[in-house]
């Protein structure tokens, strides 16, 4: 695929982020058109808490210290809201301006208590304005955004994301799992579960996305397996280490990578 071709391509998945924003919440809070009954709803909140008490465990060092926070795609601030307190400095890097609205919109009280301690901007994660500063972060977050890097992207992104982190910082990330019971919410038109294949391109897995509205864009959308997230971040120099791991559950799936210390 061309430069050109694969740059229209993630315009038109920004876009849907774009005109998704209002609409996001009610997907992430089970609420509205995306109510699937109180049994879906229930299990993915549970599945939720998997995430946090994993969370919890990877930062207990937070409070003796203030950690330094990357967040990438930091959407409607579903995560953010875990870094807006006294135990760390975050900055945010978001693609849509719309989704950059809600989260202030959201949290304006907790940011402003923040102060220099919290900072947003947009930024086109997969273009080279997307530089972050190297060895800085204890932590580069990212919710709900692997599924949506192209292949051909995967070196370029996580090698900026493995250099922006200080040596034995996490690289710590959550997505949605597919499993085959899946239910279908209503943007979506098919089961997102073309599994990553060094055989397939980047063309393989893009998805048709709708809104409410029934307007329908195309977006890449890759369904990880614990082995190939692993093998992904591994070629970037990341590895396990101090309570790394990959966990499934039938709604997420998560875990942290690390990069190595200097003297490794």
């Not at 939720?48 to 601030?77: D, H, M, P, Q």
């Amino acid at each position: 695929m061309s430069t050109a071709a694969l740059k229209q391509k993630l315009e038109e998945q920004q876009q849907y982020y774009n005109e998704r924003a209002t609409q996001y919440d009610d997907w992430w809070n089970f609420s509205g058109s995306f109510d699937q009954g109180e049994q879906i709803k229930g299990e993915a909140l549970k599945n939720r808490e998997g995430f946090y008490n994993f969370f919890t465990k990877i930062t207990e060092k937070a409070g003796t210290e203030k950690l330094n926070v990357l967040e990438c795609a930091s959407g409607t601030g579903n995560f953010t809201k875990l870094f807006l307190n006294n135990n760390y400095k975050l900055q945010c890097e978001e693609g849509s301006q719309q989704m950059i609205d809600v989260l202030k919109s959201k949290f304006e009280k907790e940011i402003k208590e923040m102060g220099d301690n919290f900072s947003i901007n947009q930024t086109d994660l997969f273009s080279e304005k997307f530089n972050p500063t190297p060895n800085t972060y204890d932590i580069v977050f990212m919710g709900f955004l692997i599924s949506h890097v192209p292949p051909s992207l995967f070196n370029e992104f996580f090698s900026k994301c493995a250099t922006a982190l200080k040596p034995n910082g996490r690289l710590v990330f959550i997505d949605s799992y597919y499993h085959k019971s899946y239910n279908l919410k209503v943007h979506e038109s098919s089961k997102n579960n073309i599994k990553l294949d060094e055989n397939l391109k980047d063309d393989d897995y893009i998805i048709t996305r709708k809104l409410l509205n029934g307007k329908e864009f195309n977006i890449y959308k890759i369904c990880f397996t614990a082995e190939s997230i692993m093998n992904t971040l591994s070629d970037v120099g990341l590895l396990m280490q101090n309570n790394d791991s990959v966990i499934i559950n039938s709604t997420y799936i998560f875990g942290s990578y690390s990069k190595p210390s200097s003297s490794n």
